[in-house]
Each structure stands twice: as C-alpha cells, then as structure tokens.
DNA sequence: CTTGAGTCTGTAGTCACTACAGACCGTATA
DNA sequence: TATACGGTCTGTAGTGACTACAGACTCAAG
C-alpha cells in the first residue's frame, strides 16, 4: 500500500512537488515514464527516492542538468565521488559569485534606503544613485 | 556628434547593454521607440541616459517591471520618494532572502565538498546528503 | 563593383516551471 | 440509475529577461 501503485497526486504530496512539474521531469526524461493503471501513471517506491533526490538537488540550486549528471554518477558504483565533488565544487564557486552579487546589491540598497529615511538630501537618493555615472566610487568621508 | 543621431551600436557601446536587447526594450515598451533615419534606428542623448538608468536598476536586481515603476516615479516630481524607498525596501527584502537562501546551498555544499575532501566515510557525501530525509537536523557533536 | 560592417524584421530557443482547456475515469451518495 | 466530485489525462501556451539566429537591406570605402 505504501510502496507500489502509487498514483501521481500521493507521489506530489510525499515529495513535495507539484503533479504539473512532475509531469514535466519525465517529458524531459529525469523520471522515468511510470506504468499505468488504466490511463493513470502508477509509482513506485523508488520513484520516491529518485524524485526526492532530485528535489533536494534542486534546493542546493543544481540545474537540472547538473541533477541529471548526479543522477548518472550516484547510478555508479562510488568510484565517482571525485567527479561529484568537482561538480559540487564548480556549483558552489556559483553559488559564492552569486552571493556576493546579491551583497552588493544589498550593501547599495541599503545605503539609498536610509539615505532616504535620514530624508536630508534634495531629491530622491535611490533615482539619483540609478541616474549615476556607473561604478564611480562614491566619495565618503 | 556625441548627442544626435547614435546608431544602436553605438548606444549598445556607451551603456553596456546589447543591441537585441536594446530592441527587446523598444518592443516591451521599456525605451521609446527612436525616430528613423531611413530604415535606422537613431537615439539621442536621452536614451543614453534612460538606457543606463534601466541597466543600472537591472544590475541592483529590479525586475523590469519594477524598473518601468521607477522610471515613472523618476519622471515625476520630488513628491514620489516615498514610494521609490517603499519599492526598494521591499526589494531588499526580497534581496536578502535571497541572500539567506543562498548560504544555506553554501554551507551544505561546503560541507559537502570538505567530507569529500576529507574521504573517510564510505560512498559520496554529496550524494547521501541528496538521499537523504529533508530536513533532518543532522547530527554533530 | 565588391566587400564588409552595421542594421533591419521576425521568429524561435533558453530555463524551470506553471497554468490552463477540455476530456476522461472511478467511486460515493441520493 | 443519475450525478456529483475529485483525481487524472493530453496538449498547448504563458512566464521573465533575454539571446540567437536567418535572411534581407543599407551604406561607405577601396
């Protein structure tokens, strides 16, 4: 009951991802095209597991091309930890570029945002820094 | 010469951004479409100025259509700062979620890669964390 | 006259979904 | 038996913000 003839709703509900996007992953071919009951997809346990793998891959921020590759390296046997770690090591240098993207924006934002509440300049802080020259270092002192 | 008749080359050159783009924004509604000389498109010194305010916007994380409010507001008198900081507030806090999101990827994947590293436990780090439970508070002492 | 660079329009592809429309299927209830 | 309901099906199109062509044209220099 709990690991056979599975319907594609009770797979959503267990994993967490929605019936349209699971759909989608076997169009694209990351699940596999279940058998039917009737008309109906019917999973298994192991659907299970490969969707939530794919999920928690998808949270780490993998594409899903990425996902598909550790798919086929956790297929192996564990002769291909190296070539996860490379991958994950690729992915989170992506990861630190984009964190420290976001920071600058914030560090910006933040800036305009009390400038704004301070409320002393003429104008409008944010307008006046997205009218600026760009990457003019702002004098400060 | 510096402020009449510039090609989309050229204005693609003076802000950074790409000449499909460029018309990609004309088509959205984003920048004005030009007035012609013979079948060209020829901008003036304004564009110049309204292209780098997109892009600027663009790279402190605007959507466009948070970009086309601000313009609005930019168009407007000193009576809408209020709502320029109001929209960039939100933005930030949306930036810093982001932000948050990002290096909770980060602290995995780095743990991840230096058990790797470290190879002592049997079969891939990386990849039982992808089979594991969700959520589960790991345990480390 | 030809070459090359620049530009034009229009369409389709990217990524990872998401949102329908409209049909069908199986069961529970009146 | 009728019907209502929830679940599922296929197929297509939309999202955001571009990007990448194909194939035609314009213009100036050599």
Redesign the interface.
């Known amino acids: 009951m709990a690991d056979t003839a599975i319907p594609i709703g009770e797979l959503s509900r267990r994993t967490?991802c929605n019936i349209e996007t699971i759909r989608y992953y076997e169009r694209i071919g990351l699940m596999p095209a279940p058998p039917r009951r009737g008309r109906y997809r019917s999973y298994g346990g192991g659907d299970v597991?490969r969707l939530?793998?794919v999920?928690?891959?998808r949270?780490?921020?993998f594409t899903l091309n990425e996902v598909r590759a550790?798919l086929g390296?956790?297929a192996g046997g564990?002769t291909?930890?190296?070539e996860?770690?490379d991958l994950?090591?690729v992915?989170?240098k992506d990861?630190?570029a984009?964190?420290a993207d976001?920071?600058r924006?914030?560090r910006?934002?933040?800036d305009?945002?009390r400038a704004?509440?301070a409320?002393q300049e003429?104008?409008?802080p944010?307008?006046d820094?997205?009218?600026?020259e760009?990457r003019a270092p702002a004098p400060r002192g």
């Open positions: 967490g597991v939530g793998f999920r928690r891959a949270e780490l921020g550790l390296l956790a564990d291909t930890c190296a996860v770690r994950a090591a992915h989170l990861v630190r984009r964190i976001l920071k924006m914030e910006v934002l933040a305009s945002v704004c509440d409320g003429p104008g409008c944010l307008i820094t997205l009218y600026a760009p």
